[in-house]
């Protein structure tokens, strides 16, 4: 009998030893067909064009095409679920804004589990927010809008891109820090919310640069303030809202690569690693000048750990800003 055993236990370890090579070799042939890239966002929004802007690079150097796939609607939880509902072997991920951290909050109930059914890849951008006004309106600094606003509290109104999206988030903060006044009037996206602000309909947006910075250059409208914590290279001369006068205003606004949480580890360095190449080249870097984005990455474990921190401090901010939360 331990004849027996000891030649079946030898069998098994001949057995993963021969399984072990062909396991490598299926980890190193990965990618060996497209991989879909959903974004829960519509076509030119600013998600989209980051999204858009890395992908011939990374498909270039991986040998495969990322295709993108936009998925939009409900704040972005409709691409979201798709994701966390994929298989889990890296032929689908997803690049979403910091508005994957405020869902759990302004969402009563999610058909998914925003830490437990993602893995996170890495950032890819950071960009700043900047409040944008038409010049109609006849308000050329922060300072002055902030007057008009306490002059007459509760007549002034904001775009943003969806309830609870990150752009409504930045301009609550903004609200509360500035002790202002003011009526959140939400749209499908940035193309909508831009439009309106641009015909004095709607007071101001914080708006991500990459829909705005034509209209800025040319003088369609008028950039107040950035709500970032430091000045956007793509406005250098545009003050921060806690530089012009709104301190505990700033918002970190930023885009990322997640998977299914049980892709497999290898799988996610890769796609890590590709972002940060993409990233690294000329044309990637040119790009992002032109959008007003910053790149920015982050170890997979240490993009987990700041998404999970990122969903606390949002939920405190929904919370002090009296949100109504979506059923």
Known sequence: MKQLARTATLAAIVGLGALLPALAGAEAAYPSKPIRVIVPFAAGSTTDIIARAIADKMGASMGQPLVIENRGGASGTI?????????????????????????????????????????????????????VIAPSKNIKTLPQLLAAARAKPGSMNFASAGQGSATHLNAEKFKMAAKIDATNIPFKGSGEAVTEVLSGRVDYYFS???????????GQLLALAVGSPKRAAALPDVPTTAEAGVPGSEFNFWIGMMAPAKTPRAVVDRLHDEVAKALATPEVKERFLKLGA??????????????KQEIASNAELVKAAGLAVQQ
Do not use: M, R
């Open 79 to 131: 691409g979201q679920q798709a994701v966390a509902t994929a298989a889990a072997d890296g032929y689908t991920v997803t690049i979403h804004s910091s508005s994957h951290t405020v869902s759990p909050s302004t969402f009563a109930k999610l058909p998914f589990d925003t830490v437990n059914d993602f893995a996170g890849v890495t950032p890819i951008s950071s960009l700043p927010n900047a409040l």
């Open 294 to 307: 910053d790149a920015w990455t982050l170890k997979p474990a240490q993009f987990d750990a700041y998404i």
């Open 208 to 218: 991500p640069i990459a829909p705005v910075i034509g209209q800025i250059k040319e």
